[in-house]
């Protein structure tokens, strides 16, 4: 279905980036000819998800009056962030009322789309061209928008760390992905899995088992209490993964003294480059200066102890392998497809799943 | 409190062990002056526990039943074992009806004593003394009882493993206690250990990192179907330890021929030779014949594959360690420990939590 109408394409068309994830929703407005957003805003709920996958409902009630009015402004004149949802002013559902198209393209990154975003994909597009105009929609798993932020459109690999890890790579003719699986079946190197090492080596200097860390001992005393009380508090608790996470920065802070936290960060990097090897792109990318390899998310603020394990280790599985830091994060990464989509230019490989585009 | 009724001590006084785990409550009835049961009884339900911690009237409710049973077996010259819970026939809650001393002690090993024992430590003397007569008790952790079965009241060491693993050692002074900490934490070495390490093999071969074992990932989609769908049907059970560990004899039986599987169980026997060095009693053993380490649980029944590399590793970290198994199960220590506090011969370390001892 080939779209003639010329507003969808013109540079001062608008675009919207969405990043859906644990700490809320993010949203970024921008023009379909220009780089960066005119303005971005932060609904700090989470969108929930059910039996069903992931709330369209709820994420359209928070996404909507906000876009709208980021459009308002963005009209106005003005630029500046909106920084909550907005109000249900008598402009808010406007946009589409004279049957303009205000929005050429939108892309929603989310956590959990790959297996729960059924109902994103079923409600959205109706939804978001009678509210907004949208006509291109591009429904993305947080990898993929982490990915387009990270790289852009050419092909590489991003590693996404945080509390979990996940790393995704494309030649742009399919996309490969390692790891990604939990904090019981991997997520290898991510915050949770140094946290719950750090823990381990703790308990283990408690009852005196080879291996053990006193200095991480200590940090452990120092964050939840005595060491035998610590199984009574984090068993119960239903977000296990991060609060084994949260330990991960105290293994960071002993890395420079402690070799056995040091130890652990290396092993860490080993497998996120691990993890990278098993995504880069095999042919072409050695034309192009090497394959790019894009560490991203807050796993990596911790740096050098970190950062450089997974560069040499690297080096040795992939030796064209180019590490970046620093790049583009998820939202950067919606508006780049939002842009790529209004524009015909989307070169990331379609997926059912992890990236799938429909005309609204 | 000095007791002097005979009837607490003579050979023939009875003596009952129970062992409260998650498969259910196991009672045993013996005679303090002879070794072995009498005859044993299976309640299957296991006790509930609550924020309380253990329920003594759900523990109350299936024992004493069972007890009173197994007692008038014994009484009518009977030694046959019974396999239920018994009626409330009309001799159900007799023994103790002419007042007379039937249960010279009583023992309960249970699973999360340490920290969920209180309502038992509050209710129980009282309870069991009006219904059955007993006269002293012991409440012991399940890794006590493991010990008094396996090892008896002897210096030396017990790794009981299962889903968890804890290893528990003592010079008959005090007790030292390593790993135990669950599946987060520690329990390294446990069947839960060694079932998430094979599935994490299963899941590097299914995305192509380095690590992965293609027969462990054939055995994965064989008990679990599709590799990508394992996630979703791991993280939302609430036995996500006891899943795991399912996984542990699928890597058992691949280890002859795979080297990672075989990898596996070879870095389990290592854990489990660092939890046991960790408590072995340091003095006085050599004189003894070294000191007795015992493996018990049903981990164990993986045989050489992971007790070879227990005592490879255990002679290089304790050259005077012997490594036992087939010894005897909990409830067998229950019954033994029962037997040693009616005949004032309980040489095992009293301790605030893992045994305390009451007379009732």
Redesign the interface.
């Known amino acids: 279905m080939t779209d003639t109408r010329p507003s969808a394409t013109t540079p001062d068309a608008y675009v919207l980036g969405v990043d859906s994830g644990g700490s809320g929703l993010r949203v970024a407005l921008g023009r379909a000819g220009s780089d960066g957003p005119l303005s971005t805003a932060v609904c700090a709920e989470p969108v929930r998800t059910g039996t069903g996958g992931i709330d369209a409902a709820h994420l359209l009630e928070q996404l909507l009056p906000v876009a709208a009015e980021l459009l308002e402004r963005a009209a106005a004149g003005g630029g500046r962030p909106a920084n909550g949802p907005a109000g249900e002013g008598p402009t808010a559902s406007g946009p589409t009322r004279d049957g303009s198209v205000r929005v050429a393209a939108l892309a929603v990154g989310a956590a959990g789309m790959a297996?729960l975003g059924g109902r994103l994909r079923a409600e959205l597009p109706g939804a978001l061209s009678a509210a907004l105009g949208v006509r291109r929609l591009a429904l993305a798993a947080d990898a993929v928008t982490a990915y387009a932020g990270a790289v852009g459109q050419r092909p590489g690999a991003v590693v996404a760390g945080g509390t979990g890890m996940i790393a995704l790579g494309t030649d742009l003719v399919e996309w490969?992905?390692?790891?990604g699986?939990?904090?019981?079946?991997?997520d290898?190197g991510s915050g949770a899995w140094i946290g719950?090492a750090g823990?381990?080596a703790a308990?283990?200097a408690h009852?005196?088992?080879?291996?053990g860390s006193p200095a991480l001992l200590d940090r452990l005393r120092a964050v939840f209490g005595p060491a035998e009380e610590?199984?009574?508090l984090?068993?119960p608790r239903s977000d296990?993964p991060a609060v084994?996470a949260s330990f991960a920065p105290e293994v960071a802070a002993c890395a420079g003294a402690d070799a056995i936290a040091a130890e652990i960060l290396r092993r860490a990097g080993v497998h996120i480059a691990?993890?990278a090897?098993?995504v880069c792109p095999k042919d072409g990318a050695e034309a192009d200066g090497g394959c790019e390899v894009a560490l991203t998310g807050g796993l990596f603020r911790m740096g050098e102890p970190l950062i450089g394990p997974v560069r040499e280790e690297l080096a040795r599985?992939v030796p064209q392998a180019r590490v970046t830091t620093g790049t583009g994060d998820p939202l950067t990464g919606a508006l780049r497809i939002a842009r790529a989509l209004a524009t015909d230019d989307l070169r990331l490989p379609h997926h059912p799943t992890m990236l799938s585009v429909q005309n609204t």
Do not use: C, I, Q, S
């Open positions: 297996t490969r992905r390692a790891d699986w939990g904090h019981l079946l991997g290898n719950r823990l381990e308990m283990r009852d005196r088992r080879r291996g610590l199984p009574g984090l068993y296990r084994l691990e993890a090897a098993a599985l």
